[in-house]
């Protein structure tokens, strides 16, 4: 927890860390001049030195990575002012820099087509253009790092702490649609189409057809934090034979749901 002097400097006032917060109320000790309010929560270990935050815009330059969270603790963070004169509370709504991409469904209707009775085999979906990091002040920064540039690099996506955020295995045979209800999380990418510097976050579901390797590269919409995005999946026809190309025109039917981050109520912290 930071506070800042709320004037043209914006030095810091005062710093304060606590292990745990019981309930949703939790005591701060700075003056009642006009105050900016940084709070930040389940930072792992201890790679988050605040020692060289001396003002506000010093946390422009503080950078949270992708391979350190922890999809059942994700790192959170909130921000408020707090008017001059203010003594008793002030309320500061937390939430996860992570976004949620739940497969709900995937099923293969492949009528029609020569290979109309096959099952694709060993199934498998994964993010590709994972940002690997973000800075929560500076949300369109485009970061160092992409995870998974184009392609799935295993050995890339097993550093993360939880691997399991960007791969999971779905189904050794898949025709009639099952449910899975794998859950996938990456930071925020404002980007819903390519771009220079700025590629879209896909969702890539990668099987066999007949022993060949196919894959469906979903573009995802413009990622944004704390929001859970839901895919129901059909696979109408064979893929692409590269991840990185768009989906075959005609090979997959979709339907998205953007909610909210666990479907329950914002719940404020409030700073006394």
Not at 55 to 82: C, H, K, N, Q, W
Not at 117 to 146: F, I, M, Q
Not at 228 to 237: A, E, K, P, Q
């Amino acid at each position: 927890m930071l506070f800042f002097q709320a004037d043209s400097l914006e030095r810091l006032d005062a710093y304060q860390h606590f292990d745990t917060v019981p309930g949703n109320r939790i005591a701060g000790v700075s003056s009642t001049a006009a105050r900016k309010l940084a709070v930040f929560g389940n930072c792992p270990g201890d790679i988050y030195q605040w020692s060289h935050i001396r003002t506000f815009d010093s946390l422009r330059e503080l950078a949270f990575y992708l391979e350190d969270e922890d999809p059942s603790s994700p790192v959170l963070t909130g921000f408020s002012e707090i008017p001059e004169g203010m003594l008793k509370s002030c309320p500061v709504t937390m939430w996860p820099m992570l976004c949620r991409i739940a497969l709900q469904s995937i099923a293969c209707d492949f009528s029609g087509h020569p290979y109309a009775k096959e099952h694709l085999k060993d199934v498998r979906a994964y993010l590709t253009y994972a940002r690997g990091e973000y800075h929560p002040l500076e949300p369109e920064r485009s970061p160092a790092v992409w995870i998974n540039a184009g392609r799935l690099d295993e050995t890339e996506t097993a550093s993360l702490s939880h691997p399991e955020m960007l791969l999971a295995d779905i189904t050794p045979s898949l025709g009639s649609r099952i449910r899975p209800r794998k859950e996938f999380y990456c930071y925020p990418n404002p980007s819903d189409g390519p771009s220079f510097g700025q590629p879209v976050t896909r969702l890539v579901i990668e099987g066999k057809l007949k022993g060949v390797t196919y894959y469906y590269p979903i573009d995802l919409p413009g990622l944004v934090p704390d929001v859970r995005y839901t895919l129901d999946v059909t696979l109408m026809r064979a893929g692409t034979t590269d991840p990185d190309l768009p989906a075959v025109s005609g090979s997959l039917r979709l339907e998205t749901r953007v909610l909210d981050w666990d479907g329950r109520e914002w719940e404020d912290i409030h700073f006394q």
